[in-house]
């Protein structure tokens, strides 16, 4: 009946936020609807939803002028409460269980982290519970947070290999000119070929969420080119999740078309990693021509000229030619010491596998 039987929505704080600013009670419960709807359908739905910070600020009254870090921090966990509280219970008028996941970006940083939070989101969807996931605002404070929660659904939709991911936002879709300008129209698809859109794009922000359109529409590129359907849409539109899933329907969005190559769920980690990269691995130009080749190679001592940064065997380590170019991120076999020790050296294994590589 619905085109996807795995996806990831992601709910923006202003399609949750009323224009006073207070958590748009109305507007969550016909989401949480369509959401039942498809889930007694047989869709398996994550959904990481915004809206913490917002519903905190709608709740207190801060008399003294507090600093961003503190405030963000005291509205969030007021805030993810009141969303939580009102997810679970509308979610419990359709009969349906739903949990919170509180991440960060740490917890992508490494392979058991990760692996841990996969586990919990998979144990949840078998005993049909619908994961909620949300930044741990709280604790991810400055350089600790993801960029948004695009960043973060796009991670957590390569994570649980979803079909497609879905970012409701306020607005149909990217445009092709100014949004409020009447001869601009959306873009319909966007695939590997289509060229860069940044002219395109607003870089105005969004008035109650972090992130804008520049970055959904960098994070939809990489998540369609791992192979995941993303559709950028408008959550405020009636009916809005059905009619995406809905074969016949020809509703006003942006898909970028999924990728036909398909990444092992090993490079798809590594590949959204590289913002949490330890370290780095320095090349000469004759091991960049061997990984840029299309031969599946692994970076051997030799062709290593430097290390930067300290690191742990199996940390993520970012890749680095001569004029300091990122080539690509990996998983390395060793720490940073063995790594110096072998740098330049002949024979050895593998500092970093061709299955733990990711040549960008
Ligand atoms: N985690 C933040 C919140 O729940 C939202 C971040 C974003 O706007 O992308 O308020």
New binding site residues.
């Given amino acids: 009946m619905y085109k996807y039987k795995r996806i990831t929505v992601k709910i923006?704080?202003n399609v949750l936020t009323t224009k006073e600013g207070m958590l748009d009670t109305a507007r969550m419960s016909a989401l949480v609807s369509q959401m039942a709807e498809l889930h007694k359908n047989g869709v398996e739905i994550i959904l990481v939803?915004?809206?913490?910070?917002?519903?905190?600020r709608g709740e207190l009254q801060i008399d003294r002028k507090l600093d961003a870090v503190k405030s963000?921090q005291l509205?969030?966990a007021v805030?993810?409460v009141k969303?939580v509280n009102n997810y679970y219970e509308m979610f419990k008028s359709h009969g349906i269980n739903c949990g919170q996941i509180l991440t960060m970006k740490e917890n992508f940083s490494t392979r058991r982290l990760y692996l841990n939070q996969k586990q919990c989101m998979e144990v949840m969807l078998e005993h049909g519970v619908i994961p909620i996931v949300?930044?741990n605002?709280t604790v991810a404070v400055t350089e600790l947070m993801?960029?948004?929660?695009?960043?973060?659904s796009g991670l957590i939709a390569t994570m649980m290999d979803t079909e497609a991911l879905i970012i409701l936002s306020n607005i149909d879709g990217i445009y092709d000119g100014d949004p409020t300008d009447p001869s601009s129209s959306v873009i319909r698809s966007i695939s590997d070929e289509t060229e860069d859109l940044s002219s395109y794009i607003q870089t105005k922000k969004?008035s109650?969420?972090?992130?804008g359109m520049m970055t959904k529409c960098n994070i939809a590129r990489k998540v369609a080119h791992e192979g995941i359907t993303v559709i950028i849409a408008n959550g405020r539109r009636e009916n809005i999740l059905q009619s995406l899933l809905d074969d016949k329907s020809d509703t006003v969005c942006t898909v970028f078309e999924a990728s036909k190559h398909e990444l092992s769920s090993i490079k798809k980690w590594i590949a959204h990693s590289d913002g949490y990269a330890k370290g780095t691995l320095l090349i000469n130009d004759k091991a960049k021509e061997r990984l840029l080749s299309d031969n599946a190679v692994s970076l051997l001592p030799i062709g290593i000229t430097g290390v930067e940064g300290e690191f742990e065997k199996d940390d993520i380590v970012r890749i680095k030619d001569g004029q300091g170019v990122i080539i690509g991120v990996g998983k390395v076999s060793c720490n940073s010491d063995k790594a110096i020790a072998l740098a330049g050296k002949k024979g050895g294994k593998p500092l970093v596998h061709y299955d733990y590589l990711y040549i960008e």
């Fill in positions: 923006g704080s939803s915004s809206g913490a910070v917002a519903s905190g963000r509205f969030s805030g993810q969303l949300n930044e605002d993801f960029t948004d929660n695009d960043e973060l969004s109650f969420g972090r992130g």
